[in-house]
Every structure is written in C-alpha cells, then in structure tokens.
C-alpha cells in the first residue's frame, strides 16, 4: 500500500497561484493512476483532477478546468497540482489519492473512497 503526504497548501489572496505536491512512498509509483480530491466541512469529498500513470494524460473537474494542471514526476515519486488564478470557492482540504491498477482516468472520481490518501493540505483563498 502506497503512502502518500502532501506538502504547499497556505492561504492566498484571490487570483493568486499555489503549487501542491504529494510524495508517495512504499510503493511502485507507476502501478497507479494518481489524483486530487478536495473538501470542505459538511460536503463529500469533490473530485478535482487525474493524471495517467505515464503522466501523459489528465482529467480534471469543470470547476477547475482551464485553472489548474495536474502533473507528476516518477523519477521522484511525485504528484503536482499547480493551482492558478485562485477563487475563494477552492477553499478546502485538499487530498492526494492513489489508484491502483493503472485505472483509467474517467473512472478517478467514480470511487471517489477507493484507493490510498494522504493527510490532506489546507487550501485557504481569501476574497
């Protein structure tokens, strides 16, 4: 089972750029499909975006399309989520999520309690 700890969440103004990583460990980081979730007090956890395990393609929620860019490195077992042009509605824990198998993409938000998480980061946007 893969560990994973994310790191870069801290409060930014609106309009505003933050870069998240999660780092994995005690697994193949190839073997899985890896993603970001996020949530806020009293709503279920929203899918925000997937990358393949090549890194060669990506997914991401409408909210946050055009905005963010999920990445990562398999050289350093790593997820990256570069979060631009900030709205206080992105406000939240936010989580990184391991899929094993390689699944495809489109199914990431699908079981959206599958899967390996880390501890989450805060994300704090203020208006």
């Known amino acids: 089972q893969v560990q994973l700890v994310e790191s870069g969440g801290g409060l930014v103004q609106a309009g505003g750029s933050l870069r998240l990583s999660c780092a994995a460990s005690?697994?193949?980081?190839?073997?899985?499909?890896m993603g970001w979730f996020r949530q806020v007090p009293g709503k279920e956890r929203e899918f925000v975006a997937a990358?393949?395990?090549?890194?060669?393609?990506?997914y991401y929620a409408d909210s946050v399309k055009g905005r963010f860019t999920i990445s990562r490195d398999n050289a350093k077992n790593t997820v990256y989520l570069e979060m631009n042009s900030l709205k206080p509605e992105d406000t939240a824990v936010y989580y990184c999520?391991?899929?094993?198998?390689?699944?495809?993409?489109?199914?990431?938000?699908?079981?959206?309690?599958?899967?390996?998480w880390g501890q989450g980061t805060q994300v704090t946007v203020s208006s």
């Open positions: 999520n391991a899929k094993g198998n390689r699944v495809p993409l489109v199914s990431m938000p699908q079981a959206p309690d599958s899967g390996s």
């Open positions: 990358v393949s395990w090549t890194g060669g393609s990506s």
């Open positions: 005690g697994g193949t980081f190839t073997f899985y499909t």
